[in-house]
C-alpha cells in the first residue's frame, strides 16, 4: 500500500493515507490533529518481548480500524494487523471498489501509528510463530466477493476470522457484534486521545 500522501483505494473509495485535515468535517479534524500529534511525539517502540524458544513464540493479531469520510454504509475499514511489535505490522485486507476488490498482504515498519486514519481496533487472538505461514496461507485463501453491495472490507475480515478458528488462535468470546462493540469503544479511546488496544498490547507485553 502507498504511504505518505499516495492515493489508496480503500472500502471502495480513493482516499489519500494522509489526508489535508481540512478535508474532514471539523470534530473529526480536531480529533485527527490531536492523535497525530500524539503519535509525532511517540518514542520509537521496542520489539515485543518473546520467549527465545521460537516454538513457544505468540504474536498478537487484531482486527484495526481506519476512519472514512463518505461511504454508502460503513464509517470504518476493517484490516487484519498481525503486531510483531508497534513498528514492525503485517496488514492483511480488502482494497479497491465494487468491481475491483482484491486481497492485499504487505509489512509496514513504523508507519503503523503514524496514519491519522486509524482510529483503534480490537485484540481477537494470539498466533503461534510456528503457524504463522499457515495463517498467511488461509488468509490469502478467503473468498474476495465483486459486484456485491452487500459486501465489503468488513465482510472479509468476519470471514477471514472465522477461517482462522480451526487453527484455534481465535478467543472463544469473539464474534461480530463483540468486534463491533469492542471498536466502538476503542475509537470512543482514541478520540479522547487515550491508548487504543496496539498500545494497551504494548504496555502489557513489558
Known amino acids: 500500500m502507498p504511504v ?31 492523535r497525530r500529534f500524539l503519535v509525532r511525539r511517540w518514542p520509537l517502540m521496542v520489539n515485543i518481548q518473546m520467549s527465545s524458544d521460537t516454538t513457544a513464540r505468540t504474536v498478537p493479531i487484531i482486527v484495526a ?13 476493517w484490516s487484519l494487523a498481525i503486531l510483531y511489535s508497534l513498528n514492525e505490522v503485517e496488514i492483511h485486507e480488502v482494497q479497491g471498489m465494487l468491481d475491483t476488490f482484491h486481497y492485499e498482504t504487505f509489512r509496514k ?26 495463517v498467511r496461507k488461509a488468509l490469502k485463501d478467503v473468498p474476495v466477493v ?31 457484534a463483540r468486534i463491533r462493540q469492542e471498536l466502538a469503544e476503542d475509537r470512543e479511546r482514541w478520540e479522547n486521545g487515550e491508548d487504543a488496544v496496539y498500545e494497551r498490547l504494548y504496555v502489557e507485553a513489558n
Open 4 to 34: 505518505g500522501f499516495a492515493k489508496v483505494n480503500v472500502a471502495g473509495l480513493e482516499i489519500p493515507r494522509e489526508p489535508n485535515l481540512t478535508s474532514f468535517p471539523q470534530p473529526l479534524a480536531q480529533t485527527l490533529s490531536k
Open 65 to 77: 480500524q481506519y476512519a472514512l469520510r463518505i461511504h454508502p454504509r460503513r464509517t470504518e475499514h
Open 109 to 134: 515498519s513504523t508507519s503503523f501509528l503514524r496514519s491519522i486514519t486509524l482510529c483503534g481496533g480490537c485484540h481477537v487472538g494470539n498466533i503461534p510463530w510456528d503457524l504463522l505461514d499457515a
Open 146 to 176: 465483486r459486484h456485491d453491495e452487500s459486501w465489503d472490507c468488513q465482510t472479509w475480515v468476519v470471514h477471514a476470522l472465522r477461517s482462522l478458528r480451526d487453527f484455534g488462535i481465535i478467543f472463544a468470546h469473539v464474534n461480530e
